[in-house]
């Protein structure tokens, strides 16, 4: 089992979100506060798990990280919608067209 197989992915359970019958995501107690929450938007598998391999074991003031990771502006918006104070993203510019990235952020200003 290489680095990737536990990529943080909002179909899987073991990040703390379960997807409802709607397909939305909720989220459980397996985010402690303590963590700060990283999220990795990129559709390059690799970056993922140079990613996770690089700051898995990684505290910042103590607190360790955890690590979300979303392969798509989609999934990503899924995460932030979900999951309350995420710290960090780190965002791919181009994924799905030369500028999904920037569009991405343009969504998360208006939003916010």
Known sequence: MGVGDN????????DGLTTSSKGAFEESSLFPENNWKVLVVDDDVDVHEATE???SSVKILGRPLKLLHAVS???ALNYLQVVPNVA??????????PDTGLRLVREL???L
Do not use: C
């Open 109 to 111: 200003r208006a939003r």
């Open 53 to 55: 391999f690089t700051l």
């Open 73 to 75: 502006a989609d999934e």
């Open 7 to 14: 990529r943080e992915t909002p179909d899987t359970t073991s």
């Open 88 to 97: 960090v993203i780190l965002l791919d510019v181009v994924m799905e067209s």
